[in-house]
């Protein structure tokens, strides 16, 4: 099946410094899509990504679709220790009936004050 | 209170027991779905359902049945649990009206399979 490569697998920085990650794939996706798991908490969507090229802001957090349409980046400006937790990517193959959803396997941010 | 909520949070049980993770969710979404979280390997879908009468093999279903038994409620089972078995488990649902299919997940049951 389709694999992302989602790196770096864990980041430790200070806070205020800023963050960057991003996801790869061998296969073309539809929608690239950025996730965060608080602790104890399950996944909550932050950006969602339509067409090539895009580029998405949410507040502090930007997310790129890559112009390849197998890649995507996500960066967090100014980092905060609530930033902390998980953060996936998952790319979405086709919508409708032909679900198909894949997760990458997550970057742990943890954030030093 | 929680739009997708699952019981129990934690569980602890033996090798060889039959066990069963419940999910239920007032968003009237029509789509379930079980994951399955082990650390350095993500989300892995287990099944799914895109209606009451709809169930669907994920990645990783071996070991595993599933029961949708009304559009709010979607159960899991594991018929004879295996410590490999120990993960955190986290239902999700979505609405397929929407652009992106936007999953909302539960808080998640850690489960300990000794």
């Known amino acids: 099946g389709q694999q992302l490569n989602q790196s770096p697998q864990s980041m430790f920085i200070q806070e205020g410094e800023d963050v960057s990650m991003n996801c790869t794939s061998s296969?073309?996706?539809?929608?690239w899509l950025w996730y965060k798991q608080d602790p104890g908490e399950g996944p909550v969507l932050l950006i969602a990504l339509y067409k090539a090229g895009e580029l998405t802001s949410n507040g502090r957090l930007t997310a790129q679709f890559g112009i390849t349409r197998k890649d995507s980046f996500l960066n967090i400006s100014a980092s905060i220790p609530s930033d902390v937790g998980i953060y996936f990517c998952?790319?979405?193959?086709?919508?409708?009936?032909?679900?198909?959803?894949?997760f990458g396997k997550g970057t742990l941010l943890t954030v030093n004050p | 209170d929680a739009d997708v909520t699952q019981t129990p949070r934690n569980r602890i049980t033996k090798t060889g027991k039959r066990i069963m993770l419940e999910c239920s969710q007032t968003k009237g979404h029509d789509r379930m779905y079980w994951y399955r979280q082990d650390p350095g390997l993500g989300l892995r879908l287990i099944y799914y359902?895109?209606?009451?009468?709809?169930?669907n093999k994920g990645e990783i279903s071996d070991g595993y049945s599933v029961s949708r038994q009304a559009q709010a409620k979607f159960s899991l089972s594991l018929e004879s649990a295996i410590p490999n078995q120990t993960a955190l488990y986290f239902c999700?649902?979505?609405?397929?009206?929407?652009?992106?299919?936007?999953?909302?997940f539960g808080s998640g049951t850690q489960l300990s399979v000794l």
């Open positions: 296969s073309i996706f539809n929608t």
């Open positions: 359902s895109f209606d009451v009468k709809d169930i």
């Open positions: 999700a649902t979505s609405d397929p009206g929407q652009v992106v299919e936007k999953l909302f």
């Open positions: 998952a790319g979405q193959s086709s919508g409708g009936s032909n679900y198909k959803l894949t």
